[in-house]
């Protein structure tokens, strides 16, 4: 009688483990997937919001480079934990390529750029 339940037991686990592995899969992927969000996105966004700071900040050139590499930091560090706070990726990946360009605009408009 216990060989068999012991069978009966083995025979549900491969159900079971294929089940966890698709869903521990897709659950990598999303996170991997947050994980470029993070990096790639947050240091694009960072880089042209340290950018615009430095030339709308009303310090001289040095001190107003100086504090805007000096947040980066802390803005980087902000929309790490914030890429992961958010529910939907969809809505992370539309929200930092919508304030980078926004912010890229202003700087190249503010620049002279085009």
Do not use: E
């Not at 966004?45 to 805007?68: E, G, H, Q, R, Y």
């Amino acid at each position: 009688m216990h060989s068999q339940s012991l069978d009966a037991v083995t025979t549900n686990r491969p159900k079971n483990t294929a089940k966890k592995r698709s869903v521990s899969l897709s659950y990598r992927v999303a996170v991997f997937l947050r994980f470029v969000v993070a990096i790639i996105g947050g240091y694009a966004f960072t880089s042209v919001l340290i950018s615009l700071l430095a030339v709308l900040l009303p310090l001289n050139k040095l001190d107003s480079v100086l504090l805007t590499t000096t947040l980066s930091v802390f803005f980087y560090c902000c929309v790490f934990i914030w890429v992961f706070a958010v529910k939907s990726l969809k809505t992370v990946w539309i929200t930092i390529l919508l304030t980078t360009g926004g912010q890229l605009l202003a700087l190249s408009l503010i620049k002279d750029w085009l």
